[in-house]
């Protein structure tokens, strides 16, 4: 019985001697520690663009397209009016066509001369006589796609490119009806005459 209280004193004196002189019992890696703490992924990030004075642009916001509305190819009337641009001339005499399309989607009758009215280089009226010939044949009645043509014809009353000369010619299809403006320098001054023949249907 002595003897063992002997070597348990011995064993208890020698745990107490290693704590004393600091020694540390080594464990082996994964028993009796907690495992290492998983770090999240790390997000890159991306800094904004710096600008030629040094100050980070905003991110660009796409603009949006603007569609413009259509204008209408055909007027309220159903048609419209285009003047040819050749000048015929000889001898003083001086022709020209115009054109009547009806651009609509019902008939369009043909009750009247085109109306024709010379401007001068400020869109200002001249004092010219506009002449309408008489009609020899019925007005004719155009059906959608159909075409009528009328002819103007005039004699040169001043010098080409002169102040007195009227420098357009405004057309409608018929008196108080939607009219164009098309530059032509008529050489036509105050006092002259125009003569307009009435509308004839074009062949299809």
Not at 13 to 26: D, I, P, R, T
Not at 142 to 156: C, I, K, Q, Y
Not at 180 to 190: A, H, Q
Request: proline share 12%; net charge negative; charged share 20%.
């Amino acid at each position: 019985m002595g003897i063992r209280r002997s070597g348990g004193a011995v064993a208890w004196a020698v745990a107490g001697a290693m704590a004393l002189s600091g020694c540390e019992f080594l464990v082996p890696e994964g028993e009796g520690e907690p495992g290492p703490t998983p770090t999240p992924a790390a997000t890159r990030s991306v800094p904004p663009r710096a600008s030629a004075t040094g100050v980070p642009e905003a991110a660009p916001v796409p603009t949006p397209t603007i569609t413009e509305a259509a204008t209408p190819s055909c007027p309220a009337s159903g048609v419209t009016v285009h003047m040819d641009s050749f000048v015929d001339g000889a001898m003083g005499l001086r022709a020209t066509s115009v054109q009547l399309t009806n651009c609509g989607k019902k008939p369009y009758r043909i009750t009247d001369h085109p109306a024709v009215e010379v401007l001068d280089k400020d869109h200002g009226p001249r004092a010219v006589t506009v002449r309408l010939r008489p009609a020899t044949h019925d007005f004719p009645r155009l059906d959608p796609g159909e075409r009528a043509t009328a002819s103007l014809t005039w004699r040169v009353a001043v010098a080409p490119g002169s102040e007195g000369s009227g420098a357009y010619l405004r057309i409608a299809p018929a008196p108080r009806q939607e009219s164009r403006t098309f530059e032509v320098m008529t050489e036509l001054g105050d006092g002259a005459t125009l003569e307009v023949s009435p509308w004839d249907r074009l062949p299809s």
